[in-house]
C-alpha cells in the first residue's frame, strides 16, 4: 500500500496543511473544522505511520510533491455543502 493511501481525506489534508507550515487554527479555519479536529486527524496520521511528530508525518506527502496541493485552499460552506476558493486576503503565504 502506498503510504498516501493509508490515509483518510480529512487526515491528508490536514497533513498537507502541516507540510505548508500552518498551525492547526490556520488548517482548521480553512477546511471548516475545529483546531482540535485537525488536531486528531494528525494524531491519527502519526498513528498510522509509526511517528510521533507533525513534521515526521507530514514527509510522505513532501516526497509525493503534495506540499502545493489546492485542498487547504478550499472552504465548505455550511448550507449546501460546496465550496468556494480562499479569498487571497484569507491565505498564508507560503
Known amino acids: 500500500m502506498n503510504n ?5 481525506t ?3 489534508q490536514c497533513l ?3 507540510a505548508q507550515h500552518r498551525q492547526s487554527k490556520e488548517i482548521a479555519r480553512g477546511l471548516g473544522i475545529s483546531s482540535k479536529t485537525v488536531d486528531k486527524h494528525i494524531e ?3 498513528k498510522r505511520l509509526g511517528v510521533s511528530s507533525r ?3 507530514a514527509l510522505p506527502l513532501l516526497n509525493a ?4 496541493d489546492p485542498v487547504g485552499d478550499r ?3 455550511r448550507k449546501n455543502g460546496s465550496e468556494r476558493r480562499l479569498l487571497p ?3 498564508r503565504p507560503h
Open 89 to 91: 486576503h484569507e491565505r
Open 65 to 68: 510533491g503534495l506540499r502545493n
Open 16 to 18: 498537507v496543511g502541516v
Open 10 to 12: 480529512r487526515e491528508r
Open 44 to 46: 491519527t496520521g502519526c
Open 4 to 8: 498516501l493511501e493509508q490515509f483518510t
Open 75 to 77: 472552504v465548505p460552506t
Open 55 to 57: 513534521r515526521d508525518a
